[in-house]
């Protein structure tokens, strides 16, 4: 018998619903974005994530029902993110998930938000175990080892500053607009690799740090506009991401080896990067590993995810009841 989850995610700046069949099968997906708004302010203020959050969460809603054609009533259950995330947001998604499942008397599915990303991959391909993940956004870089579904093993994870924060940063740093991420990317294609930076946290662990990385970034700036010299963006913005890429290659690489795995999904917004995307697919083809890389709408912060994470949670019997709260952390379990 077919499952249909609603989900619904509201973690950072993005308000979305989806419904999701059996864990695979996407009927309908709305992702309302924040984007502009906060690009006025140069990154996400939680206090106006949280009250946007509360405008269009009942109309979001609405319209993703709509797309599908589907009551509540013909709804399994309701996926939501619970953590971690800005708090504000977390709560509003929670709440509007919680008023549902007692109204229709649905039962409730708590899902971690890396869960989300992760099982992400599933609406293009089934995840194949036992496999690695590397999951990089704007608040997440960490290597984690699934033998099974819904079993999470972290290997290591940022000390510090996640790879995406890093890249909007340095992008701040020398003169990109937010969301900057994107941007560096784009602009390390056109640039050359002049700039003296260390490769970060270049160890045998599985653990990363990019405050060093980036501390040497705005030096560099810094240093160089004292000597009245111009720094310039396109060879600052290649030499970070070189860095940033290799060092996020070279331990997922070793991790795949140590673990003995030849299945590797990569999952996050930092996930849509070219560099990255390429120095992997380099990398899987020369080590034979099978590699998957979602497409770039499964990357950003999506209610898609969440409801193919919590179909899987809903199979294994994770469910929750009406005292679920929201955590701003919390470990992958």
């Given amino acids: 018998m077919s499952a249909y989850i609603l989900a619904i995610e509201s973690s950072c700046d993005e308000t979305s619903v989806s419904i999701i069949k059996n864990g695979t099968e996407e009927i309908s997906t709305v992702v309302l974005s924040q ?31 709509a797309k599908a054609n589907m009551t509540m009533e013909e709804v399994t259950a309701i996926a939501v993110t619970y953590g971690p995330g800005l708090i ?27 869960a989300g990303h992760i099982y992400a991959n599933n609406l293009v391909k089934p995840l194949e175990f036992p496999l690695i993940a590397l999951v990089v956004s704007g608040g997440h870089t960490e290597l984690v080892y699934m033998k099974e579904d819904y079993s999470f093993e972290k290997l290591g994870g940022t000390l510090d500053d996640a790879v995406g924060e ?13 969301p900057g991420g994107p941007l560096v990317d784009k602009l390390a294609h056109q640039g050359k690799d002049t700039y ?15 405050s060093g990385i980036k501390s040497a970034v705005i030096n560099i700036v810094h ?28 331990k997922t690489m070793n991790a795949l080896k140590k ?11 930092v996930a849509a990067n070219s560099g990255l995307r390429q120095s ?14 979602q497409p770039i709408k499964y990357c950003t912060d999506n209610a898609a995810m969440i409801g193919a994470a919590g179909y899987y949670a809903y199979k294994l ?5 009406l005292t679920l709260n929201a955590k701003a952390s919390d470990k992958l379990h």
């Fill in 166 to 178: 890093a890249y909007d940063k340095v992008a701040r740093v020398i003169g990109v607009p937010y």
């Fill in 35 to 65: 984007m502009d708004t906060h690009a006025n302010f140069g990154g996400v203020v939680p206090e106006i994530a949280s009250r946007m959050h509360i405008e269009n969460i009942t109309m979001v809603i609405e319209e993703a029902l």
């Fill in 88 to 114: 504000g947001s977390l709560l509003v998604g929670l709440m509007a998930a919680k008023t549902l499942a007692f109204i229709h008397n649905k039962p409730l599915i708590p899902v971690h938000h890396i």
């Fill in 259 to 269: 673990y003995n795995v030849k299945n590797l999904i990569v999952a996050g917004g």
């Fill in 280 to 293: 992997l697919e380099a990398k899987s083809k020369e080590n034979y590993i099978n590699l998957i890389i």
């Fill in 317 to 321: 019997g994770r469910l929750a009841d």
């Fill in 196 to 210: 003296k930076l260390p490769l970060p946290l270049d160890d045998d662990s599985f653990n990363f740090s990019f």
């Fill in 223 to 250: 240093n160089e506009k004292q000597k009245g010299n111009q720094i310039i963006p396109e060879n600052m913005a290649t030499s970070f991401q070189n860095r940033a890429v290799e060092i996020l290659t070279k």
